[in-house]
């Protein structure tokens, strides 16, 4: 089976690798293509993936290549990861937006936007690629904004692309844990949203909802990442477990003033960080598997720090800093190649699971996933505040959508303007200009 990645100079693609190492099943992946247009990236990751590979009988094969076409062709699987702009356009989406006292973040607010706006033209020709080269392939989207790059390429793909996060599976075993849950696996998650802005309303075990338990006990509700985060007082007021991106909204100004006072961006020091990586990488002798582990060990430690800091929620935990999309694609790829049906919380189109939206909108809740695909589980409604949240931000997403389609200027300033952090239609404006004059990707925008 052909797996091909896209962003294949990525850093976080041993991950994917790895996990793919630990697959000794059969129908497992037994050729990995990686694609990217830095072929210097391509080589330091192929190092990184030949020292993983040692010693392990009929590891996948890898090979890598800058061709577009030649990467998709006869491929069973399409990930796709890619960073348009690279980190030093994430870099400048935080300053740009930073500068007029609004969130950069890369998929929450005026960032995800700017990032959406550049990245949806390159994620639709390589949906229609797909669909010429490698009809029968299932895409596994990881690019962010995930959500609206899925809902993109969803138009040419059908049900055939599928986004994934690591966001939820995260919170799902961050609460199974802390209730003493042995096995996370056998707990239902009752996940309702958009990527990136959903909320966990249950946990059931052998048929009985967990969540009520946590919330009546303030030590418990606590004592891990998402109670440190939001604070015991107000997830017993929401009654549910927001995804830590929502402390963007319910916690917007502090966050804005962390990030204008940080040394850095997020995006700015993982620029730097992989920028001497990749360096590093340049030294034919350096040992490649010991320089990724340590720089991302590093990564994964100041994950939304900014965010703790403001909340006080001091150090991430070791238990939570092993990441978790890897196992996430693994496990949808072995679902759908091998009919091993199972559950997981991923980004597919809406059919009638929520009925504010309509059904072509991707949401990212509970799916059924089998060897015809991905198919969302009926949920129940959203309460108000989260119902006019959801549908806000949809909105905003389909102008997104709408501008990479006309290259209209205006629609793309709607965009920025209807979003619920930016703040002004003036701000909307001169987002929009910053934007186009440090991102040659948004040169379409007339």
């Not at 549910?240 to 006072?261: D, T």
């Not at 403001?310 to 009919?339: P, Q, W």
């Not at 989260?386 to 501008?403: D, F, M, N, P, Q």
């Amino acid at each position: 089976m052909k797996l091909t990645i896209l962003g294949g100079g990525g850093f976080r693609v041993p991950l994917v690798y790895g996990a793919l190492l630990a697959d000794r099943a059969e129908g497992r992946v037994t050729h990995v293509v990686l694609h990217d247009l830095d072929a210097g990236r391509l080589d330091a990751v192929t190092r990184v993936l030949a020292e993983q590979a040692a010693g392990v009988p009929d590891a996948p094969e890898v090979t890598a290549t800058t061709d577009l076409d030649e990467a998709l062709r006869g491929a069973d699987f399409v990930f796709s990861a890619i960073r348009v702009g690279g980190l030093e356009g994430r870099a400048d989406d935080e300053r740009v937006a930073l500068a007029e006292g609004v969130l950069g973040q890369e998929t929450v607010g005026a960032g995800g936007i700017a990032y959406g706006l550049r990245t949806v033209p390159v994620a639709v020709d390589i949906a229609r690629r797909v669909a010429r080269l490698a009809p029968d392939a299932w895409v596994i989207n990881f690019t962010n904004p995930a959500g609206l790059v899925t809902e993109a390429m969803s138009r040419h793909l059908g049900d055939r692309v599928i986004g994934i996060c690591d966001s939820p599976v995260g919170l799902g075993r961050r609460i199974a844990r802390v209730l003493g849950v042995k096995n996370p696996g056998e707990a239902w998650i009752d996940y309702v949203g958009l990527n990136h802005l959903g909320w966990v309303r249950g946990l059931r075990v052998a048929g009985r909802d967990e969540l009520p338990r946590l919330l009546a006990d303030p030590d418990l509700l606590g004592s891990f990442e998402e109670g440190k985060l939001f604070g015991v007082d107000w997830l017993r007021s929401l009654g549910a477990i927001p995804n830590e991106y929502l402390h963007y909204y319910y916690f917007n100004r502090e966050a804005v003033r962390a990030y204008q006072e940080a040394d850095k961006t997020r995006g700015a020091f993982l620029r730097d960080q992989q920028a001497g990586f990749y360096e590093r990488m340049r030294d034919p002798g350096a040992a490649a598997l010991e320089v990724w582990d340590r720089t991302r060990a590093e990564r994964e430690a100041t994950y939304m720090s900014e965010n703790r800091e403001t909340a006080g929620a001091g150090e991430r935990d070791a238990d939570d800093l092993s990441g978790g999309y890897e196992k996430v694609a693994l496990a949808l790829m072995r679902a759908i190649a091998r009919d091993e049906r199972t559950t997981l919380i991923l980004n597919v189109r809406n059919r009638s699971t929520l009925s504010v939206l309509d059904s072509e909108a991707v949401i990212e809740v509970p799916c059924l996933v089998d060897a015809n695909g991905a198919h969302p589980v009926a949920v129940a409604p959203l309460p108000d505040h989260a119902t006019g949240l959801v549908c806000s931000v949809k909105a905003v997403e389909r102008e997104v959508l709408a501008a990479a389609e006309s290259g209209s200027r205006a629609t793309a300033v709607k965009a920025f303007a209807l979003h619920p952090l930016v703040d002004s239609v003036n701000v909307a404006r001169r987002l929009v200009e910053g934007y186009s004059a440090v991102h040659p990707g948004l040169a379409y925008l007339k």
